[in-house]
């Protein structure tokens, strides 16, 4: 699928218009990029929320949303994630195609007012966000913070990476820390939004059926950012360190099952010439029903009640997940060990490879069936500061060897093992 792209940089941020069809809204996504930061990481995820409950013009989280349904139930969200060593705050507005509506209300360029009003013309009271959002967010923030605990499998993904990269900034959550989150104000949220909107990378995207000019055009009368210094903020993650050692974690809590998840160095990130083959290799290895991890350690042995792996491409670490009983935890370790020894001998199938090489084509074009995806697909280039379209992306998927896969699979290294088990009453 081949869209129209274009960037503009523009009064402190940049602008990508990617002109499509396909899709029957318009859709805008602002994207703000800075380094993950202990002592900023609790503010940007609590920042976004504050920003799309009122704004100077539409004071409440009422009034914005009686705008949106002004705009035929436009659709406001927003989101944090890290990506590698970097966390993007994502605001995105989705708003009917105006081609598709009888009416002739300008819902693209009203869409684009507002979302430009969430960011740089927010509710402010005496150098402050309002002091009631405030505390409603952060109410909020540390609630989905505490949920973790109570869903062991996102649990143990915290507590491995914690423990894994604990002197690296990956270790870090996207949300922070309750206490952290409890410390913020009013007055100092806004203080560092200041700081954000000088500093961080913003970039823009506009993704519908408009002319690229047009957009840029409408873009530019609402988003006028003065001052700006962004900070360089490549490369996107530390490099990881040789293993020296593996490190096990056994933890005890009241669970029923086990939680074995073990985190690899691959020392492959986007930006490099083998991660399309990496990207195989984790599919062969446990990213489908027909990979190894399942096949081996689920079906055959019956060791596990799923296992599976996941690929996180920006920081290049590869991190096992399995729900085990207690007692099969040995057995399972080794099983685990086994298939990567074979993912490195090369013992898998040419039917296996052209099998995940094609569910891996599908998942991405499926992405990208959806704005959102499409948009995410295309700012790992941002990210990574190394251009891969979709369409390379595709191409490169083809090209991979079986030798490729294998020579991707002998740079991986395990670091971490960690077991949440339950206790001795259990």
């Known amino acids: 699928m081949q869209l129209m792209e274009k960037t503009k940089e523009s009064r402190g941020i940049s602008i990508h218009t990617i002109k499509t069809d396909r899709y029957k809204t318009n859709t805008l996504m602002l994207m703000i990029k800075a380094p993950l930061d202990r002592e900023t990481v609790a503010m940007r995820a609590l920042l976004p929320h504050v920003l799309q409950n009122g704004t100077a013009q539409s004071p409440s989280r009422k009034e914005v949303r009686g705008r949106l349904d002004e705009l035929y139930g436009a659709m406001l969200a927003s989101d944090v994630q890290k990506k590698g060593e970097q966390h993007v705050i994502t605001i995105r507005l989705d708003v009917a195609n105006e081609t598709f509506l009888t009416d002739q209300t300008p819902l693209f360029e009203e869409g684009i007012k507002l979302i430009s009003e969430v960011l740089l013309d927010p509710l402010v009271e005496e150098n402050a966000f309002n002091a009631s959002i405030v505390a409603n967010e952060k109410r909020s923030l540390v609630q989905r913070i505490q949920s973790v605990y ?79 210094e962004p900070i360089d903020q490549t490369p996107p993650s530390s490099e990881s360190p040789k293993v020296e050692k593996e490190n096990v974690v056994i933890e005890e809590q009241d669970v029923k099952q086990g939680k074995l998840h073990m985190g690899y160095r691959t020392y492959t990130t986007y930006k490099d010439d083998d991660y399309v083959a990496m990207q195989v290799c984790n599919g062969l290895f446990g990213g489908f029903s027909h990979s190894k991890l399942f096949i081996n350690v689920r079906e055959k042995e019956s060791l596990a009640y799923y296992a599976a792996s996941r690929y996180e491409s920006h920081k290049g670490v590869m991190m096992v997940m399995s729900g085990i009983e207690f007692a099969k935890y040995d057995r399972a370790v080794t099983i685990i060990k086994e298939q990567l020894e074979a993912m490195c001998s090369g013992d898998f199938t040419k039917a296996e490879l052209d099998q995940t090489k094609a569910m891996l084509k599908n998942q991405l074009l499926e992405t990208s069936d959806v704005a959102r995806g499409y948009v995410e697909l295309s700012y790992h280039q941002i990210v990574s500061g190394h251009n891969r379209t979709l369409e390379d992306l595709l191409k490169e998927i083809d090209q991979v060897t079986k030798e490729d896969v294998m020579h991707a699979a002998q740079k991986i290294e395990l670091d971490t093992i960690y077991f949440l088990k339950g206790g001795e009453a259990s």
């Open 150 to 228: 109570d869903d062991k499998m996102r649990y143990a993904n915290v507590r491995i990476t914690e423990e894994m990269c604990k002197n690296e900034p990956f270790g870090l959550t996207s949300y922070g820390t309750v206490e952290e989150v409890e410390a913020i104000t009013a007055e100092g949220l806004y203080e560092y939004y200041q700081q954000l909107l000088k500093k961080d990378r913003i970039d823009l995207y506009v993704v519908g059926a408009m002319e690229a000019d047009e957009a840029i055009a409408k873009v530019e009368t609402y988003f006028n950012i003065n001052g700006r």
